[in-house]
T-cell receptor
Framework: DAGVTQSPTHLIKTRGQQVTLRCSPKSGHDTVSWYQQALGQGPQFIFQYYEEEERQRGNFPDRFSGHQFPNYSSELNVNALLLGDSALYLC?????????????FGSGTRLTVV | GNSVTQMEGPVTLSEEAFLTINCTYTATGYPSLFWYVQYPGEGLQLLLKATKADDKGSNKGFEATYRKETTSFHLEKGSVQVSDSAVYFCALITGGGNKLTFGTGTQLKVEL
């Protein structure tokens, strides 16, 4: 049973460019969340998607946007990249009671902005 | 708001030593508590969890007890191995909430 799959694993972008990251949730999971993990820090919540709608958003600017597709997969888009956007971006999926079952994380996409 | 505080690392231990990584939290309501582990170059893996006061989560020799009175969820292992070297994150989620709140992580290095 495949877990959470993210692509690409690494990419390098130039300041001001736009980037799209992709996530396929664990089979059977219907909720996808995105986190940003800066070097040496804990992950920070960006937003969560459920039923193709953004359900909750963290303290991130509008440059960060997302989408969820009918098959539950998701994309994270970041516009006008800044050097400070360099981080590991983690996708997490879940089904049902998140307090009870928690989240399953992917291995992440390492974004470097130069 | 919710917050998680972990002891700073790195923590360096010899193989077979006893491990404690401290975690305390502040939360509205009664959170569920988690420990995640991150091996070098990888994402997060759920290590263990506890959903109510006095619950003990355990997995792979690691244990943590949900202590409501001290708002703590300390991670322990009786005998660490080199393969346990990783970064450990304490996290919580509150009732009806949709996001995990993480601590800053504690790096563990186990040497022969």
């Amino acid at each position: 049973d495949a877990g959470v799959t993210q692509s690409p694993t690494h990419l390098i972008k130039t300041r001001g460019q736009q980037v799209t990251l992709r996530c396929s949730p664990k089979s059977g999971h219907d909720t996808v969340s995105w986190y940003q993990q800066a070097l040496g820090q804990g992950p920070q919540f960006i937003f969560q998607y459920y039923e193709e709608e953004e359900r909750q958003r963290g303290n991130f600017p509008d440059r960060f946007s997302g989408h969820q597709f009918p098959n539950y997969s998701s994309e994270l888009n970041v516009n006008a990249l800044l050097l400070g956007d360099s981080a590991l971006y983690l996708c997490a999926s879940s089904l049902g009671d998140r307090e009870l079952y928690g989240y399953t994380f992917g291995s992440g996409t390492r974004l470097t902005v130069v | 708001g919710n917050s998680v505080t972990q002891m700073e690392g790195p923590v360096t231990l010899s193989e077979e030593a006893f491990l404690t990584i401290n975690c305390t939290y502040t939360a509205t309501g009664y959170p569920s508590l988690f420990w995640y582990v991150q091996y070098p170059g990888e994402g997060l893996q759920l290590l263990l969890k506890a959903t109510k006061a006095d619950d003990k989560g355990s997995n792979k020799g690691f244990e943590a007890t949900y202590r409501k009175e001290t708002t703590s969820f300390h991670l322990e292992k009786g005998s660490v191995q080199v393969s346990d070297s990783a970064v450990y994150f304490c996290a919580l989620i509150t009732g009806g909430g949709n996001k995990l709140t993480f601590g800053t992580g504690t790096q563990l290095k186990v040497e022969l």
